[in-house]
């Protein structure tokens, strides 16, 4: 198996509810190689977030097996699911989640230093992934004093900061112009 594929194996999920549980996913397999785009579509409550957060590590199947570079995820502790969050997996969350009192240079830079990288290092990658973004002039603005779609700009450049391996986006180009858009898939391809 490449060792860079993430693999679904019979993944299901359900949350409880009322008199019954609710079924978010249900027996999905999955198989993404390295290198590969893939995009998740379907309406609203489909599951599709559920989906990239069991992908992501950030949720567990309620049955089924997550595979992420050959490592099946359900094996590993908490400790080593969040060192694949912090160096495997850049996730573009579909409300950003940007901290908002951190300017959009240091959102950027925050999983590089949580990885123990030199300053000058964060300072110079989290520079060129807003350039990236067309957000080089706007390094010093907190998120307040930031648009819908500069907000999602600044996401994506924390998504991919840190080269990782797996990159999930919940609806990278919701906020962004057609053109803008257009220059978000080719980054996260």
Known sequence: MDENALRLEGVSKA??????????????????????????????????????????????????????????????????????????????????????????????????ILQKRPRSEVRSRAAAALERVEMGRRLDHFPRQLSGGEMQRVAIARAVVTRPRLILADEPTGNLDSHLGREVLELLA
């Open 15 to 112: 949350y409880p509810g009322g008199q019954a549980n609710v079924a978010a996913l249900s027996g999905i397999d999955l198989r993404v190689e390295g290198g590969e785009f893939l995009i998740v579509t379907g309406p609203s409550g489909c599951g599709k977030s559920t989906l990239l957060h069991i992908m992501g590590a950030m949720d567990t199947p309620t049955s089924g097996h997550v595979y992420l570079g050959g490592r099946e995820l359900s094996s590993l502790d908490d400790a080593a699911l969040s060192r694949i969050r912090l160096e495997e997996v850049g996730f573009v969350y579909q409300f950003f989640n940007l901290i908002p009192t951190m300017t959009a240079h240091e959102n950027v830079a925050l999983p590089l």
